[in-house]
């Protein structure tokens, strides 16, 4: 067996992120930019009112005004600003000829038929105007490559008229739990059977750090319908397995991969739960496959998952290897540790201040109802530890 720390660096070794390509800006949101990119326009593209009022020219000191047009938003002014004049103009519009400043509605009152009178003085230059290019000028850099595109960015996209972009794809992955006790999600369980949890709880957890899932359904112990199912996963940038990678009669898992040209980088770790966890690579000419083999309990599958599954796919979608955060907190009531192997005990924690956190009772790994009271892991070194109340422990959110 390995130590997590060494697992943990041979699957960092092993991912890396996917080939950029070009994408629809609707479908870009989360991703990560392959791209700098520049900006093919000014941003305003002219001088505009910031405010709803009169443009006029601060150097007139005349404080009565002939408003000799109406400007919205969208139009273009005909007429220039001249000494005595003023133009009407709404949040937006482009500043006419000879005005530098806008006086708001409000400091403005109407004194006869298209008059008015400035209440505001003295006028600055450039009140209320955005120049052109104060934002962004053309062929400036607005988005450097490595930026992940929030609705902010997307939003900085659209204004440059980048309609199509050079971002870093969603990994997509192959989900196949196996086992012949397995039935569907809405069949009946027979005796010796059980619904397929990991299936739906995977797909989830793919889903949520930003992969693209696709069931495969469910994989019996048999070898050719394994090779079968697991040759269409191998079409995807992760394939994730649960079950049949431990050591009894019909774990078929590991040799079929095998056969099938998958590497094994290493299989068995210091780790409770998720002891048996398989993890390979296949070299294809144009795509590289991640392979893990996944323990068939659900809470072993849950954490390997979290600790290794979720890393891999940060990194293929370019937003690094980065796992669940991570805290301390203290223990609300008194642990023993037994040590022997790395354990994630689930937990629930609270009090953003003072992090407190209690250990939730849990049977085994087969116990995902306890999970389900959890929002965190407390991390337990291999070593043996007795820690009293209020001991410090580190825990990673989920």
């Known amino acids: 067996m390995i130590s997590v720390e060494e697992a943990l660096r041979l699957v960092a070794k092993h991912a890396r992120p996917l080939a950029p ?8 949101s989360g991703l ?6 520049t900006s093919e326009l000014n941003s305003p593209p002219y001088d505009k009112a910031q405010m709803d009022g009169y443009a006029v020219a601060s150097h007139d000191q005349v404080p009565q005004r002939q408003v000799i047009e109406t400007v919205a938003a969208g139009d273009l002014p005909r007429r220039a600003v001249t000494p005595g004049t003023a133009i009407r103009i709404m949040t937006g519009a482009p500043i006419p000829e000879g005005a530098d400043a806008v006086v708001p509605f409000e400091n403005t009152k109407n004194v006869g038929d298209h008059l008015i009178e400035l209440s505001q003085t003295p006028i600055q230059p450039g009140d209320h105007v955005f120049p052109l290019g104060h934002s962004v000028r053309a062929g400036q850099t607005i988005l450097r490559q490595g930026t ?3 609705p902010v960015e997307i939003g900085i996209l659209a204004e440059a008229g980048r309609n199509r972009i050079q971002v870093i794809p969603q990994p997509k992955v192959a989900i196949l739990p196996t086992g012949n006790e397995l039935v569907a999600v809405g069949q009946t369980v027979a005796a010796g059977q059980i619904r397929n949890s990991n299936g739906p709880l995977l797909t989830a957890a793919v889903q949520a750090v930003g992969g693209v899932a696709s069931d495969l359904g ?3 112990d048999d070898p050719d319908e394994l090779r079968r199912l697991i040759s269409t996963g191998l079409e995807a940038d992760v394939l994730l397995l649960s079950g049949g990678v431990s050591a009894g009669d019909f774990d078929l898992v590991p040799e079929t991969l095998s056969n099938m040209g998958v590497q094994n980088v290493f299989h068995r770790i210091s780790l409770r739960p998720g002891k048996p966890l398989w993890f390979g690579v296949l070299e294809g000419q144009s795509q590289q496959t991640l392979v ?11 954490v390997c998952f979290e600790l290794f599954v979720r890393p891999a796919l940060g990194q293929l979608a370019g937003r690094g290897f980065h796992g669940l955060y ?16 790395a354990t994630y005990r689930p937990a629930y924690w609270e009090n953003q201040h003072d992090p407190v956190v209690e250990i939730v009772p849990w049977q ?12 965190c892991l ?3 070194p291999a070593q043996p530890l007795e820690l009293d109340t209020g001991s410090v422990v580190s825990i990673l959110l989920i």
Do not use: K, T, W
């Open 378 to 380: 407390v991390a337990l």
């Open 364 to 375: 085994n790994s087969a116990d995902l109802a306890a999970l389900a009271s959890a929002n």
């Open 148 to 150: 992940m595109l929030r």
């Open 218 to 220: 469910i994989g019996r």
């Open 292 to 302: 893990f083999g996944l323990p068939g309990n659900p809470v072993s599958s849950f």
């Open 21 to 28: 390509g070009r994408a629809d800006l609707a479908d870009c």
């Open 326 to 341: 991570q805290q301390e907190a203290r223990l609300s009531s008194p642990l023993s540790h037994r040590g022997g192997r």
């Open 32 to 37: 990560i930019l392959a791209d700098d990119v």
